[in-house]
């Protein structure tokens, strides 16, 4: 893998400002007013004030037509219209004044940023400051922490950047935070404005009047903090209106910039993972909560990856003369696979991946080292980006961080034995898998590839029909899951689990004919992922399946009261071990069953309801099975191999 040029730096207040400084000093655009000259050039206006915006923007005769035309349809007359027009418009507008930029750098960013130490790839860094002063540039992160929008702030202040507008949750517009965001660039979005239509008219044209100011532009698509650690399903509401505003007017071409935040750990994640299993939030954001957020993050934490993703030109793709157009849909699952793609894999990630599959037993340091070894081997011969755990190729490295998690109370440590051993600690399992989740994306298509494999093993027919089977096998498990992970299409899917299988091994396309072999493969592999990845995923689709079976031929028409009784039905099965994987008993993984039922029409009553919802019961339990031959073969497997190193 092309090694990046990497800067890290601490978050805190007065290095920070030391940081910002030199960066700026070193740049080849002129010193310390560079980032100035180019917001300048930008064309984004700095002297008009919030209101002034929102009487210009009212001001177009494109507008005034068009809220006519909702006055109509709404059945209100045209000054009532606009009146409503001006305070949605008002609620939207962001200024950056000097003062203001300055509380929010110097007083709020080091409030949720002192966690971490900033590791950022600025090669890329900088050829973002070349692309910025001919194109707007749309930064569209991962969202993890309460604080990404300010770590990412702080790295493109540091840099010759125009300052992002950053669009946001009204959430965090409690005085005074609201009034101090508002005026350095964060435009604040209701959480919900459904058939609200001069409120959606209003999100349109003032993007329309950044675009053509060429403003740089910043916001979240998941639309909330994940929760289990991997990519969210994306909205796609704010890119749609972009691309709306680019069709009214646009003085740059548009480029989207796919950023990946990842964290060693996070000192919010046990609030989120409380909530996800179904504990009500603790405290609304307000003063109060922002006064103890600060405290948490007074504590230093571990370091913040940031990488940037392969760019790709939303004023290209959506061209009406593109040869390829493409819909929002597939620009926003095209950008989140180029996020996944920069993603780091990093230590927590795979100590957590290791020790989450063993039902709570305790590992010493040599048999986490035995499980992660081979995978980090795996990583590097993929060329994934994995520069940020070097330090695991020995004990030493492991050690520190299983150390580091067993601080955070993530892990358990028994010291009083011969040797440590490590577990994770009860009622953590959510925490840990917060982390394996980071990571997790790179491992599906090699833990498919396991559970097709050892299927087809027990299947003793000709090449072809061989093919088949485990395509089919493959693809129909993909389908299960395809609202979890984003997937290729079906033919770069089908080629990139050709390339799984040569890693595994290289002569795989001449042993797979023979059955014996197909299993061989396996038990010989350096090591089996299958289980330790997918069991928690397809644990709680079974848990939603099962109830929905119960609910016999009646339609599921509350979500969350259905969801309450999953994570209901669901501690229980833990408690009695018919489930596996607490970490399992995730709202966000039940809602994305209730996504996949919905998709198969197994949600409103119809004729054959009750033996689709069966049939879906049945196929998960099998998954499940499935995945429970391959723990199987894989202890097996580590028994072997201890028998043979005693004897050694």
């Not at 692309?131 to 569209?140: A, E, H, I, P, T």
């Not at 299947?459 to 029909?465: A, F, H, L, T």
Request: hydrophobic share 40%; with cysteine; aromatic share 8%.
């Amino acid at each position: 893998m092309k090694q990046q040029e990497k800067t890290s730096f601490s978050t805190g207040a007065s290095e920070q400002n030391s940081a910002h400084n030199s960066a700026i000093n070193r740049r080849e655009h002129g010193g310390p007013k560079a980032a100035e000259l180019l917001r300048e050039a930008s064309g984004v206006s700095t002297s008009l004030d919030r209101k002034e915006i929102v009487e210009k923007i009212l001001s177009s005769s494109r507008v005034q037509v068009a809220l006519n035309e909702l006055a109509i349809k709404e059945g209100m007359s045209e000054v009532a219209a606009l009146s409503r027009a001006r305070r949605s418009l008002h609620s939207l507008v962001a200024v950056q004044k000097p003062l203001f930029t300055t509380l929010f750098d110097r007083i709020l960013a080091p409030m949720h940023t002192n966690a971490w130490t900033v590791d950022v790839d600025q090669a890329a860094l900088r050829r973002l400051e070349v692309l910025s002063r001919d194109n707007m540039l749309v930064f569209l992160p991962t969202h993890r922490s309460y604080a990404d929008p300010f770590i990412l702030t702080q790295l493109i202040s540091s840099s010759a950047l125009p300052r992002n507008y950053i669009l946001g949750g009204d959430n965090i517009g409690f005085w005074p935070m609201g009034s101090v965001v508002r005026r350095s660039g964060a435009i604040l979005i209701r959480r919900s404005f459904g058939d609200d239509r001069i409120y959606k008219l209003m999100i349109k044209e003032y993007l329309a009047y950044l675009a053509r100011s060429g403003g740089n532009l910043e916001w979240y698509m998941e639309g909330g903090r994940s929760r289990t650690g991997k990519l969210r399903p994306p909205m796609y509401g704010l890119l749609r209106y972009l691309g709306q505003a680019l069709s009214i007017e646009s003085s740059k071409s548009v480029i989207l910039v796919p950023v990946a935040i990842t964290y060693d750990q996070l000192h919010e994640i046990w609030g989120m993972a409380a909530e996800e299993t179904g504990n009500a939030k603790k405290a609304k954001e307000g003063l109060p909560w922002l006064a103890n957020y600060a405290k948490m993050q007074s504590k230093w934490i571990g370091t913040a990856y940031v990488r940037f993703g392969e760019l790709m030109s939303l004023t290209e793709v959506m061209h009406p003369d593109s040869k390829t157009p493409s819909t929002i849909e597939k620009v926003a699952i095209e950008v989140f696979q180029r996020i996944n793609k920069v993603t780091p894999v990093t230590g927590p990630a795979l100590a957590t991946l290791a020790l989450l599959a063993v039902r709570n037993r305790a590992l010493t340091l040599p048999e986490i080292t035995n499980l992660v070894s081979p995978l980090l081997a795996y990583a590097r011969k993929r060329n994934l980006p994995t520069e940020v755990v070097d330090e695991l190729d020995n004990h030493s490295g492991i050690s520190d961080a299983l150390s580091s998690l067993a601080k955070a109370n993530v892990l358990a440590c028994y010291n009083d034995g011969p040797e440590p051993v490590y577990n994770i600690c009860a009622g953590s399992h959510n925490i840990a898998a917060f982390y394996r989740n980071s990571a997790i994306h790179w491992f599906i298509s090699r833990a498919i590839l396991e559970v097709t494999l050892l299927h087809t093993s027990r299947i003793n027919n000709g090449k072809e029909s061989i093919f088949d089977q485990g395509w089919d096998d493959a693809h129909a498990l993909r389908d299960v899951l395809k609202f979890e992970f984003f997937f290729s299409e079906k033919q770069k899917f089908k080629e990139e689990m050709r390339q799984e299988a040569l890693i595994l091994d290289p002569d795989f396309f001449e042993k797979v004919q023979r059955a014996e072999e197909r299993r061989n493969m396996l038990y010989q592999a350096p090591f089996l992922i299958a289980h330790r990845v997918l069991m928690p995923f397809l644990e709680a689709y079974v848990i939603v399946a099962e109830l929905m079976v119960a609910k016999i031929n009646q339609s599921i028409e509350d979500s969350n009261e259905f969801i309450a009784d999953c994570l209901t039905v669901g501690k229980q099965w833990v408690l009695q071990y018919k489930i596996r994987s607490p970490e399992s008993l995730s709202q966000e993984l039940f809602r994305n069953a209730l996504k996949l039922a919905k998709n198969r029409n197994l949600l409103e009553q119809r004729d054959g309801l009750q033996e689709d919802r069966i049939a879906l019961k049945n196929y998960l339990h099998s998954m499940v099975a499935a995945l429970v031959n391959v723990e199987s073969l894989d202890q097996e497997r580590c028994e072997k191999i201890k028998e043979n190193e005693a004897n050694e």
